[in-house]
């Protein structure tokens, strides 16, 4: 496995990045064979470990199997989903930042996190109160550095700026959405990471299953009557993977391999999240850590799905909300006087 550096932090990272989501009751519960497969991602040379505390009992489930060997692993948690039905269980304010990294500590049975994300941006609070907060927590030692996750361009800029202004300390990192199938992360945010020196951790980049083959056009499949997948659907992206399954094929490789190569060999992408829920889907994963992609394939990648263009959004990439304000988006129209 060869390491790359996350950004300026000084932190040296596996180019796939174990994700945790489905290290939870509603993934695989089996806490036995989640062990098995920490401990077989950590043994291949995986040492960068992701997870959140959105994720059910993820941060748990992930605490345990780390149990000696957490010095091993760069382990990173997010923050700022929406943790039960309590209106301020979320988002970035200092009284809830200070509470959920003290509950993310505790689960994961460990006395700092080296990376903490804010998992959205939140529209409602002030970026200064956001990094301040995160900055004592850099001061105290409980977190070694700091990262956001799905923010618009313009938002982390901002957000370099407050930081260099206040004296605050910088998000290092971001965790952005990246694939095959959307690719528009290259017109502003990659650049921009690169400018500011952030490492950027992918997440999503099978598409949520549609870049595994086991989705094709024509064939109902038990990823297909999913919930998710429902909310994915687009024709377009089915119109892709066809064009992106023989094109696998003829290079050698399963199309999931290709997927992952290609996020990879961005030189602005730090690492991808792989999130088996079993050990076969681990292993093939790992696999994948080997492929290389030759400038003829791709090309033919940006003759299907052309740089910095995408077909389709998940539904669970952040969008800027939208001006729902009438006044905000109105220019008043003056009063007459009368004649």
């Given amino acids: 496995m060869h ?36 401990s077989r991602a950590l043994d291949a040379g995986i040492n960068l470990v992701d997870t959140a505390d959105a994720y059910g009992d993820s941060e748990e489930m992930l605490g345990r199997a780390l149990k000696g060997r957490r010095d091993e692993v760069v382990l990173a948690s997010k923050f700022a989903r929406p943790i039960g039905d309590d209106p301020n269980h979320r988002g970035g304010s200092r009284r809830w930042i200070m509470t959920a990294v003290e509950n993310s500590l505790r ?28 900055t004592d927590l850099v001061r105290s030692g409980k977190v070694r550095a700091i990262g956001s996750s799905d923010m618009p361009a313009s938002e982390i800029v901002e957000a370099q700026w407050v930081a260099e202004r206040r004296g605050l300390e910088r998000f290092r990192t971001e965790q952005p959405h990246y694939s095959l199938l959307d690719r528009t992360i290259e017109r502003e945010v990659l650049p921009v990471a690169q400018r500011y020196g952030m490492g950027t951790v992918i997440w999503s980049p099978l598409a949520s299953g549609m870049l595994t083959g086991r989705v094709r056009r024509g064939q109902e499949t038990d990823l297909r009557r999913t919930k998710l997948f429902a909310a994915l659907h687009d024709e377009r992206r089915i119109d892709a993977v066809e064009e992106f399954i023989p094109l696998a094929e003829e290079a050698g490789m399963s199309l999931t391999h290709l997927a992952l190569a290609f996020v990879i060999a961005h030189p602005g992408v730090t690492a991808a999240l792989i999130g088996p829920r079993t050990m076969e889907q681990l292993d093939d994963l790992l696999a994948a850590a080997e492929v290389e992609l030759s400038d003829e394939v791709l090309d033919r990648i940006d003759a299907i799905v052309p740089p910095g263009t995408g077909v389709g959004r998940m539904d669970q990439e952040y969008s800027t909300p939208a001006i729902l304000d009438a006044a905000l988006r109105r220019r008043p129209v003056p009063e007459r006087s009368a004649a």
């Fill in 3 to 38: 390491y790359r550096p996350l950004g300026r932090t000084g932190i040296q990272v596996s180019p796939f990045a174990l994700g945790a989501m489905m290290f939870s009751s509603f993934g695989n519960g089996d806490q036995g064979e989640v062990d098995r497969m920490v």
């Fill in 107 to 134: 689960r994961l049975q460990t006395d700092h996190l080296d990376l903490y994300q804010m998992h959205r941006p939140d529209p409602q609070t002030d970026i200064e109160e956001t990094l301040s907060a995160l």
